[in-house]
């Protein structure tokens, strides 16, 4: 199986990001536009929070707020749970299942953004891996 970082840089997909001060209108654009389902917050260089699908879900729609006039910060989720590019994806499916959530920020030792995991990604490299020693296995039982 690959390593977390393998797999981000298989990934091919600039990161989508928002800054804190953006609208939650922008946040939905950017998500719309990368075809993603959370962003990370970004103040500068520095993660500040992930906003996601059910952020707005919950903190927009349910509370009769408006999209083009609430600040990603007001909504945001700013206590971010996050993994090392030396995690393996079983930490990260523990993590995840664990803390309920299908978007991981992964952070360099220094703090800097590496990149952004999803459940989905995950399931899509274990169903590689599986396919992958499926195949083996049918290869050494007919040899």
């Known amino acids: 199986m690959k390593t977390l970082k393998q797999m981000l840089s298989g990934k091919n997909r600039q ?3 928002v800054a804190p001060r953006d609208t939650v209108f922008h946040a939905l654009s950017v998500m719309a ?9 970004l103040d500068g260089e520095q993660l500040v929070g992930i906003f996601s699908e059910r952020d707005y879900a919950r903190k927009i ?4 707020k408006t999209s083009k006039e609430t600040l990603v910060r ?5 206590k971010v749970a996050y993994v090392t590019p030396a995690a393996t994806l079983d930490e990260c499916r523990a993590l995840m299942t664990e803390k309920h959530f299908r978007h991981l920020p992964v952070l360099n030792e ?3 953004v590496a990149g952004m995991v999803s459940i989905g990604d995950l399931v899509k490299e274990t169903i590689s891996s599986q396919q992958f020693l499926i195949a083996e296995l049918e290869r050494y039982i007919a040899g």
Do not use: H
């Not at 536009?33 to 917050?41: K, P, R």
């Open 61 to 64: 729609i349910l509370q009769g």
């Open 33 to 41: 536009a990368n075809d993603v389902g959370a962003l990370l917050v």
């Open 15 to 17: 990161l989508a990001v």
């Open 110 to 112: 220094d703090g800097s």
């Open 74 to 78: 007001e909504i945001m989720s700013d």
